[in-house]
């Protein structure tokens, strides 16, 4: 496995929210992770990202404990969060957005650079000398996937990254998601339609209250409507 979590808690002071989660992705895997709202999904990617570090359980990446390590060092082991809000910065243009996210990957083979991000996102191309602040809700998640492309990843992690945006808009992310994931990238993806995409997703994975209550294929979730029914729907 590329990731792999097992029995992670983790808090937000004195509020405990994970509690004992365990989940994994497989390299060039497309896994979802869903849960209705307050479950603990942020959390989750929060804990592997070093942004709000496991309180216990541990948290492997290519087969290296990384709970514990700094996020710019998980960072620089090749995972990448666009995250929730997107948090873009608003001040910065597109192209200072994107560049100061550059890694050093020397060597690397295929890296990501502000051209190739560039070419990516066409929308982008367009309005590299814009402000953050001044793009649309849709451009602005472009900039934030973008952003997370520039560190090179092996496991992008994407939460809720078509959240507000005009379908048409949504569809056109999906669309260059799956191209990435065609080309072998590791994600987890949160969102809440995310089983409209085909090609996107193979595995599930299912947030209540802080622990995996289900987990399955795609085909198993979509074969069992009962799983929705009881741990998705309102
Ligand atoms: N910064 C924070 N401080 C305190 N509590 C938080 C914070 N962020 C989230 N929580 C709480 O943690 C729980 C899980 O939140 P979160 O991981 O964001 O859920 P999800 O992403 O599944 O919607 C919720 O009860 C939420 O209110
Ligand atoms: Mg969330």
Not at 29 to 36: L, S, Y
Not at 115 to 130: G, N, Y
Not at 140 to 151: N, S
């Amino acid at each position: 496995m590329l990731l792999e979590l097992e029995n992670v808690e983790a808090a937000y002071g004195q509020s405990r929210v994970l509690f004992g989660l365990s989940m994994n992705v497989g390299a060039s895997e497309g896994v979802a992770v869903m849960g209705r709202n307050g479950m603990g999904k942020t959390t989750a990617m929060l804990a592997i990202t070093g942004l709000n570090p496991p309180r216990s359980g541990s948290i492997r990446f290519a087969g290296e404990r990384i709970d514990g390590l700094a996020p710019h060092r998980i960072a620089r082991l090749g995972v990448a969060l666009a995250p929730e809000g997107r948090r873009i910065f608003r001040n910065l243009t597109v192209r200072e957005n994107l560049v100061m996210a550059a890694a050093d990957r020397r060597g690397e083979r295929d890296p990501w650079t502000l051209d190739r991000v560039l070419a990516f996102f066409p929308r982008l191309a367009e309005r590299t000398s814009h402000g953050g602040g001044q793009l649309s809700g849709g451009e602005q998640q472009m900039l934030a996937i973008g952003r997370a492309l520039m560190t090179n990843p092996r496991l992008l992690i994407l939460d809720e990254a078509t959240e507000g945006l005009a379908p048409i808009i949504r569809q056109d992310i999906w669309g260059r998601l799956r191209a990435l994931r065609e080309a072998g990238l590791a994600m987890i993806v949160i969102d809440k339609e995310v089983d409209s995409v085909e090609g996107l997703i193979n595995r599930h994975f299912i947030v209540e209250k802080g622990v995996v209550v289900w987990s399955g294929d795609a085909q198993t979730l979509r074969e069992n409507p009962n799983v929705r029914d009881r741990y998705l729907v309102l």
